[in-house]
């Protein structure tokens, strides 16, 4: 049998995803933390992977590391706790638990791809509502009706939310929570960036659980996510997932990296900071203008038909950032720019200047 008839139609129909290769580029296209360890550091975890039994399968719950979670996140000793490979992997997880025939996901557009993308691959219908055109804030007369309509098993709000950087008002989650019959997952994959958190409110609302990942502070080449919420959901989700999916190398540098956390705190801290000069540069450049963000990237729109020029632009100055123009009717003229360090930022601010120009 050939593919084309083997192959699912919606998975034949989907482009796989794409990642750009960065060789030799000033990376700001993926929300990564910038900075490495020093020296001394790095020598420190080495010394901790020595040890680490490569010829033994993994803890299969990651309970040394769930402990080390649990103390450093400040998750409220009375939930469940269960990591993915990757947040991306607990979505799956939870729609591989949840999916049957005609069963939604619903989230926020423009907003994280993997629900929608994730959702499909389980066989579930995706549900997008438009985020309010002026300021992508959440439209609580459309999402409550949406909600109504669909009965969504799964609801996902990123908060901050990605691509667009802006907290949703917290009363509006609040009501979308008491509306859902299925579970609400609030998705704080920038939590280091923002003081807004649903962590110490889990457990107000029976169906809300909330996610995080240690991709964006720092540590994205470890591919880990934690979900918190109450045990009698994830006991349930737990048993989709497979066997040791965290290996004995991120236990192993997770645990170690959370034992040196006022060092990630410091770099996520001046991520911050220079968030706000880059936010105030950007402000200031005329043909560019930026959002405001409680992330650590900034989405920005160019003057109408110029964000193809001003990103081929950035990049034949060395410069990769993401493109979002297309992506979404709301994101027209929209870039994507990852907060690097001060000197990544001045490269930015200087190519985004030569660019606009030529654009
Ligand atoms: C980056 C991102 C994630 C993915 O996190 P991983 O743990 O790296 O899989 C999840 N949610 C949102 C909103 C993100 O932007």
């Known amino acids: 049998m050939p593919p084309a008839d083997l192959i699912r139609p919606d998975i034949q129909a989907l482009r796989a995803y794409h990642v750009p290769d960065s060789a030799g580029l000033i990376k700001l296209d993926a929300m990564e933390n910038p900075y490495a360890w020093p020296e001394a550091l790095r020598d420190d975890w080495l010394a901790a992977l020595r040890d680490a039994p490569l010829n033994r399968y993994p803890d299969p719950q990651g309970r040394e590391l769930q402990q080390a979670l649990r103390e450093a996140m400040g998750i409220p000793a009375e939930m469940a706790l269960l990591l993915g490979n990757g947040s991306d992997e607990l979505i799956q997880m939870l729609a591989l638990a949840v999916a049957q025939p005609g069963r939604k996901v619903l989230s926020l557009d423009p907003g994280f791809v993997?629900?929608?993308?994730?959702?499909?691959?389980?066989?579930?219908?995706?549900?997008?509502?438009?985020?309010?055109?002026?300021?992508?804030?959440?439209?609580?007369?459309?999402t409550l009706a949406a909600i109504e309509r669909e009965q969504p098993a799964l609801t996902f709000i990123a908060y901050p939310n990605n691509p667009t950087g802006n907290l949703f008002d917290a009363a509006a989650i609040e009501r979308v929570i008491e509306a859902c019959p299925g579970l609400v997952i609030v998705d704080e994959a920038y939590a280091p960036f923002t003081d807004a958190s649903f962590l110490p409110r889990l457990g107000?609302?029976?169906?809300?659980?909330?996610?995080?990942?240690?991709?964006?502070?720092g540590l994205a080449g470890l591919r880990l996510g934690y979900l918190a919420g109450p045990a009698e959901w994830l006991t349930q989700v737990d048993k989709v997932r497979l066997p040791y999916n965290i290996n004995v190398l991120t236990q192993a540098s997770a645990?170690?990296?959370?034992?040196?956390?006022?060092?990630?705190?410091?770099?996520?801290?001046?991520?911050?900071?220079?968030?706000?000069?880059?936010?105030?540069?950007l402000s200031a450049l005329a043909g560019i203008f930026p959002y405001p963000s409680d992330a650590n990237f900034i989405l920005?729109?160019?003057?109408?038909?110029?964000?193809?020029?001003?990103?081929?632009?950035?990049?034949?100055?060395?410069?990769?950032i993401k493109k979002l123009d297309g992506a979404h009717p709301l994101l027209a003229d929209c870039l994507r720019l990852t907060v690097g360090t001060p000197d990544e930022n001045a490269s930015l601010?200087?190519?985004?200047?030569?660019?606009i120009a030529d654009a």
Do not use: C
Not at 266 to 279: D, F, S, V
């Open 114 to 142: 993997m629900y929608r993308m994730i959702g499909l691959f389980a066989g579930m219908d995706y549900v997008g509502v438009p985020l309010r055109a002026a300021d992508f804030a959440l439209d609580l007369d459309a």
């Open 300 to 320: 920005a729109r160019t003057a109408p038909g110029r964000a193809g020029a001003v990103f081929d632009g950035l990049l034949a100055r060395g410069v990769l």
């Open 204 to 217: 107000e609302w029976p169906n809300l659980l909330v996610m995080r990942t240690v991709s964006k502070m």
């Open 255 to 281: 645990a170690f990296a959370l034992r040196h956390r006022d060092r990630l705190d410091a770099q996520t801290a001046a991520i911050r900071a220079e968030r706000g000069r880059l936010y105030d540069a």
């Open 349 to 355: 601010l200087a190519a985004l200047k030569q660019s």
